[in-house]
């Protein structure tokens, strides 16, 4: 891996601590895509970046990086992917690494501009992206309207359509009952939803008694979930 950059300025033998402004502005560098450590060292740049900056703190970059990004790439690498079919698994690895890649898009090269999500853009890029992605690492909450904004882009409906039922399912069932009680989730589950639909109305006739039995395991799977959370 390369060496991060460090975030300080050399003034003779002193080092100068760059303001927050200066430091949330500061393009970071690529990081490789296609593992779900890329997550983790997201998190680690933005850290060693910012632990000089007394007006910032080091120790709170993007909730998502290791709060979702990171917790649930490793959960569909190690609970789901076994689960689906061959297609699925192919589709489940591609969305991975389009995910990281869209992130890459918005992060470093400032330029990500959603293709599905046109409430996105009408809200937050308008018609400046380089204005919008500056600094977003510094504000929690773009950053995460942003992420959840790639992920239809990322799920590509298009091949989603030819998964099976229980794939679909599946994929479903994987994420805490507490991410669907938020609406970013279900806002971007919505809108690959309207697309896949339309594609899997001729399938769901001949597969309709197996994903109701699907079905049912997957809703008493979530009720599991669901009281376990509302207990923590």
Same mark, same amino acid.
């Given at each position: 891996?390369?060496?991060?950059?460090?975030?300080?300025?050399?003034?003779?033998?002193?080092?100068?601590?760059?303001?927050?402004?200066?430091?949330?502005?500061?393009?970071?560098?690529?990081?490789?895509?296609?593992?779900?450590?890329?997550?983790?060292?997201?998190?680690?740049?933005?850290?060693?970046?910012?632990?000089?900056?007394?007006?910032?703190?080091?120790?709170?970059?993007?909730?998502?990086?290791?709060?979702?990004?990171?917790?649930?790439?490793?959960? %569909?690498?190690?609970?789901?992917?076994?689960?689906?079919?061959?297609?699925?698994?192919?589709?489940?690895?591609?969305? %991975?690494?389009?995910?990281?890649?869209?992130?890459?898009?918005?992060?470093?090269?400032?330029?990500?501009?959603?293709?599905?999500?046109?409430?996105?853009?009408?809200?937050?890029?308008?018609?400046?992206?380089?204005? %919008?992605?500056?600094?977003?690492?510094?504000?929690?909450?773009?950053?995460?309207?942003?992420?959840?904004?790639?992920?239809?882009?990322?799920?590509?409906?298009?091949?989603?359509?030819?998964?099976?039922?229980?794939?679909?399912?599946?994929?479903?069932?994987?994420?805490?009952?507490?991410?669907?009680?938020?609406?970013?989730?279900?806002?971007?589950?919505?809108?690959?939803?309207?697309?896949?639909?339309?594609?899997?109305?001729?399938?769901?006739?001949?597969?309709?008694?197996?994903?109701?039995?699907?079905?049912?395991?997957? %809703?008493?799977?979530?009720?599991?979930?669901?009281?376990?959370?509302?207990?923590?």
């Amino acid at each position: 891996m390369a060496k991060l950059r460090d975030s300080t300025r050399s003034v003779g033998s002193v080092a100068q601590q760059p303001c927050h402004e200066e430091v949330c502005k500061k393009t970071p560098p690529p990081i490789p895509t296609g593992s779900c450590d890329y997550y983790k060292l997201r998190n680690e740049n933005y850290i060693q970046r910012h632990r000089y900056d007394s007006k910032s703190s080091s120790d709170n970059p993007p909730e998502y990086y290791m709060d979702y990004g990171f917790k649930y790439c490793s959960r %569909f690498r190690k609970e789901t992917y076994d689960k689906l079919s061959s297609d699925g698994k192919r589709w489940l690895i591609k969305a %991975f690494k389009k995910l990281q890649e869209l992130m890459e898009e918005g992060v470093v090269k400032k330029s990500w501009v959603a293709t599905i999500d046109q409430e996105f853009n009408d809200k937050y890029i308008q018609s400046d992206p380089n204005r %919008f992605y500056t600094g977003i690492e510094c504000r929690n909450s773009d950053f995460r309207a942003f992420a959840f904004a790639t992920h239809p882009d990322a799920y590509d409906p298009e091949i989603m359509k030819t998964l099976p039922v229980s794939d679909l399912l599946t994929v479903m069932a994987t994420p805490d009952i507490k991410e669907w009680l938020s609406g970013d989730t279900w806002h971007q589950a919505i809108l690959v939803g309207e697309r896949v639909a339309a594609g899997k109305l001729s399938e769901v006739g001949d597969a309709i008694d197996s994903a109701a039995e699907k079905a049912e395991e997957v %809703f008493r799977d979530l009720a599991s979930r669901f009281s376990r959370w509302g207990g923590e």
